[in-house]
């Protein structure tokens, strides 16, 4: 068993000689998933690995963080400056060096299972040790790889610790060691600028078994900058998926320029109704015959009820929904009590004896201690009065036996011991949080009533029923789980985490949990959202395919599928009704290929032909509508801010366009004399490595550059 006994240390040398000490030379440490990880204690354990390769390590994790990888090409050479400033001073992980270099010692074993996207890919050592786990497995299987350290990062506040960033499974698997009986060592670093957060996550000093502080721990946070755009497919798909959301309901949305856009487009339903309208108008989904699907399934108006948020991933995006009055709808921890809220049969705001009423006639009977202090705590019952032994004393000191289903205990309750409303409901759940510095500022100056609404907690509570399920039930309703996709195969199964040639892009996460949590519950449904093609080296290829040898959602699962060209509803429909939604939202260049293998797979009827509306599903036209929408200021580039200083953005918005410029455009760069240049111009010149530029090619491009950053910078600022 894990010693009862703190023990506080500031020098991490010190905590690594005490772990050896306590549970010899074979450590098997569980790390959280993101942000969590202490770096300067895990980089001093991986040291000593490295130093003494009779030290046996194995790091348990997810979702290690590094530095997007250097680049030499003009992108790589502009963006240099600013991951420079972005990640000054951020400590970075010494073991995800090795991996990436592929010289892990042979003592040492990384095992994640979830990876920043697209960063293990042809890693062998990644792969091979890759688990394929549920979120709400990956407590169990790191117990079951023989975990025996627990290292995390915590934050601190008046005696109190908070798991802030990380408790998703850190006290599930924390419960599952302690019940074992397992000799193991539970290890909590203090950092300052981690914020805290209320809810599961706090926890006394006692629940670690090591504590560690110091100023040198002190260090700062891993962030994602905020530089890449929300392009106009991700816009779209964004706004498509808005319309899916119900007023009164839950929502999860995740990290990236999808979810940003979800977020942005619900912002704008609730504050410019009129303009989100006239957007989803011009887009083609608020049309004749998809009012009746967005009128049962989601919305359009303004958001009378709200918003409660029981997500996985505590987004940026959550805070300017709450601060834009989307997500308002707070929820309570007793499920009666909760269920009367959702039938509108108890008043939140101002309580009367109807409640308990209500209480009674949905089966509650005798109060038991536990659910007191539950009651209590939300403000339906006043602090003046207290239980003991199955009785509610009132304040005038009379008891009555704690039944709601007694008459006489109702009436005394009703008269002495109701509150006047409720409190303390939670508006979000959440299990991690990771995002830009600017968030975790946010974060860390939250309003106090504020912070104590959101609860950080664990996954095993968030993204299933299992632990609670009547109370969960009545809190996540209309509930709408958003996730992204990499693919959709035409019978509804979604591939977003691996490759169909094995190798893992990322993880399932919690995405399949909140599918399959979605067709669990009554009014839940599930979104995906999937961009209809992937572009890359002059070449397209359809997302939306045939077959695909791979698979995170299986097809009895399919629900709702959104692209930038539309929304496909797939529950409850047959095979050849999904392979037709899924036709209707595919790109028209690839649409003549699929309808012809679901054809010749006996699939869909040989005459049938894709209806004319949905036939012009083409990036010009995705072009179009999002430059007029832009142009309107419905659609944002950056909806939640950029990381870019204002010089920055024109100088990374005129490289971007530089591709895209006409050929009458260049040569006239290119001829056009180049003249004196100004000290803005000459800087990024020589940034991008062209100001002294040698061969040809690269004069021409300083040319070229020179000319667009003056007409970009110099002209725009009157120089």
Request: proline share 4%.
């Amino acid at each position: 068993m894990s010693p009862n006994r703190v023990q506080w240390h500031t020098d991490a040398e010190q905590v690594v000689d005490t772990l050896i000490e306590k549970l010899g030379k074979t450590l098997i440490v569980a790390l959280p998933l993101g942000l969590g990880k202490p770096v300067l204690l895990v980089n001093t354990l991986y040291a000593r690995a490295k130093r003494d390769n009779s030290l046996k390590l194995t790091f348990l994790t997810a979702l290690s963080l590094a530095r997007p990888p250097a680049s030499d090409d003009l992108q790589g050479r502009f963006l240099a400056p600013v991951l420079d400033r972005v990640y000054a001073g951020v400590p970075a992980l010494d073991y995800v060096a090795d991996l990436d270099a592929r010289s892990l010692p042979a003592n040492v074993t990384i095992k994640e299972f979830f990876f920043q996207p697209g960063s293990r890919l042809g890693n062998f050592g990644a792969q091979y040790h890759y688990i394929s786990s549920n979120y709400t497995h990956a407590a169990r299987d790191v117990f079951d790889n023989g975990c025996n350290v627990v290292l995390q990062m915590v934050a601190s506040r008046q005696g109190r610790l908070s798991m802030s960033c990380n408790p998703d499974t850190s006290l599930e698997l924390r419960q599952r060691l302690r019940d074992s009986g397992r000799d193991f060592l539970s290890v909590a670093v203090v950092n300052d600028e981690l914020p805290y957060m209320c809810g599961d996550a706090e926890v006394s000093p006692a629940f670690y078994d090591v504590l560690v502080r110091g100023e040198v721990h002190n260090q700062r946070l891993f962030s994602i900058p905020k530089l890449q755009p929300v392009g106009a497919v991700d816009a779209l798909i964004g706004l498509h998926a808005s319309a899916l959301v119900a007023d009164g309901g839950t929502l999860q949305i995740g990290i990236g320029s999808m979810g940003d856009a979800v977020a942005h487009a619900l912002c704008l339903r609730h504050k410019d109704n009129a303009r989100y309208k006239q957007a989803l108008i011009r887009s083609g989904i608020l049309t004749p015959d998809k009012r009746d699907m967005l009128k049962i399934i989601g919305g359009t108006a303004p958001f009378e009820e709200g918003l409660y948020g029981a997500t996985e991933m505590l987004v940026e995006g959550f805070l300017h929904l709450q601060e834009a009055g989307v997500l308002k709808r707070e929820v309570y921890d007793f499920w009666a009590l909760q269920q009367l809220i959702n039938e509108g049969r108890c008043n939140p705001k101002q309580l009367d004896a109807e409640v308990l009423t209500g209480l009674s006639e949905l089966g509650v009977r005798e109060i038991r201690g536990k659910d007191f202090a539950v009651l209590q705590y939300h403000g339906l019952f006043n602090s003046q009065c207290s239980y003991r032994d199955g009785y509610i004393t009132a304040p005038d000191g009379s008891s009555v036996p704690a039944n709601v289903a007694n008459p006489h205990s109702r009436r005394v309750m009703a008269a002495q011991c109701l509150g006047t409303a409720l409190v303390n409901g939670r508006l979000l759940h959440g299990g991690f949080f990771l995002g830009s510095a600017d968030f975790y500022e946010r974060l860390r100056n939250l309003p106090e009533e504020l912070r104590k609404k959101i609860d950080m907690t664990s996954v095993e509570k968030i993204n299933q029923l299992d632990f609670n399920p009547r109370l969960y039930r009545a809190q996540r309703i209309k509930a709408r789980f958003i996730n992204t996709g990499l693919k959709v195969t035409l019978n509804g199964a979604v591939v977003s985490d691996t490759l169909q040639t094995g190798q893992v892009l990322s993880g399932v996460g919690g995405q399949f949990n909140f599918v399959s949590m979605a067709h669990h519950l009554l009014t839940g449904r599930s979104v995906i959202m999937i961009r209809a093609v992937r572009e890359g080296a002059g070449h397209a290829e359809s997302n939306i395919v045939w077959e695909y040898g791979a698979c995170t959602i299986p097809r009895h699962l399919r629900d709702l599928v959104v692209t930038e060209y539309g929304i496909a509803d797939l529950r409850g429909k047959s095979d050849g009704e999904v392979i037709k939604a899924l036709l209707n939202i595919a790109d028209s260049r690839f649409q003549p290929n699929l309808l012809a293998r679901a054809i010749a797979s006996g699939k869909v009827e040989p005459d049938y032909a894709i209806p004319p509306q949905y036939r012009e599903n083409t990036p010009a036209r995705i072009t179009q509508i999002a430059a007029e929408l832009r142009q309107a200021e419905v659609l944002s580039a950056y909806p939640f801010g950029t990381d870019f200083s204002d010089e920055e953005l024109v100088v990374a918005q005129t490289l971007k366009g530089l591709p895209s410029a006409s050929k009458a455009r260049l040569l006239f760069d290119i001829v056009r004399p180049l003249g004196k240049l100004s000290p803005r111009v000459y800087h990024w010149l020589e940034t991008l490595g062209l100001a002294g530029a040698g061969s040809l090619k690269q004069r021409l491009l300083k040319r070229v550059l020179a000319q667009a950053l003056k007409r970009a910078l110099d002209d725009s600022s009157g120089d």
